[in-house]
T-cell receptor
Framework: GIQVEQSPPDLILQEGANSTLRCNFS?????LQWFHQNPWGQLINLFY???GTKQNGRLSATTVATERYSLLYISSSQTTDSGVYFC????????FGDGTTLTVKP | EAGVAQSPRYKIIEKRQSVAFWCNPI?????LYWYQQILGQGPKLLIQ????????DSQLPKDRFSAERLKGVDSTLKIQPAKLEDSAVYLC??????????FGPGTRLTVL
């Protein structure tokens, strides 16, 4: 089956810093989503982005489907951005990566 | 618009007991997913329904896990008998067909 790798596994930032999270996948996909899992375990939809670039406030995402990767950018990070960020792809079956754990320190 | 509903939110059982989880998807969503999320890992797809038919259940441990979606709306996931390694969060998600998924709050299962 398809492999989904996220990097880095852990990231610690000071408030106000910028960061880039990466998601690599091993085969062509029909769609790709980015989620933020909050401390209570709820998965929050960030982007549905099979290809191209989208922006929502301080967050943006780019998927280059032909090169099999997606990037999530977080600018001017805040403590509330802390949590686990997941990439999920669909290549006939939904597959998640193991996530990037982001800690933003005040 | 109401989100995906799941119950119960928490469940503690002893090994070899049985347990059932319920999920009600977003109204009109044809596709329903059940995932298992073990601590420190990403969610793993257990079963995917399109209306009341199974699209994929390749990662469902069928000797102990079962799921149904009888009327193409809500769904039940059952574990019988439970093992210690089944301790996890069970997540339900739904989408229109194949597309953007929306998740419920999950059920945290502890098997003692």
């Amino acid at each position: 089956g398809i492999q989904v790798e996220q990097s880095p596994p852990d990231l610690i930032l000071q408030e106000g810093a910028n960061s880039t999270l990466r998601c690599n996948f091993s085969d062509s996909v029909n769609n790709l989503q980015w989620f933020h899992q909050n401390p209570w375990g709820q998965l929050i939809n960030l982007f549905y982005i099979p290809s191209g670039t989208k922006q929502n406030g301080r967050l943006s995402a780019t998927t280059v489907a032909t090169e099999r990767y997606s990037l999530l950018y977080i600018s001017s990070s805040q403590t509330t951005d802390s949590g686990v960020y997941f990439c999920a792809v669909d290549a006939g079956k939904s597959t998640f990566g193991d996530g990037t754990t982001l800690t933003v320190k005040p | 618009e109401a989100g995906v509903a799941q119950s119960p939110r928490y469940k503690i059982i002893e090994k070899r007991q049985s347990v059932a989880f319920w999920c009600n998807p977003i109204s009109g969503h044809a596709t329903l997913y059940w995932y298992q999320q073990i601590l420190g890992q990403g969610p793993k797809l257990l079963i995917q329904f399109q209306n009341n038919g199974v699209v994929d259940d390749s990662q469902l441990p069928k000797d102990r896990f079962s799921a149904e979606r009888l009327k193409g709306v809500d769904s039940t996931l059952k574990i019988q008998p439970a093992k210690l390694e089944d301790s996890a969060v069970y997540l339900c998600a739904s989408s229109w067909t194949v597309g953007e998924q929306f998740f419920g709050p999950g059920t945290r299962l502890t098997v003692l």
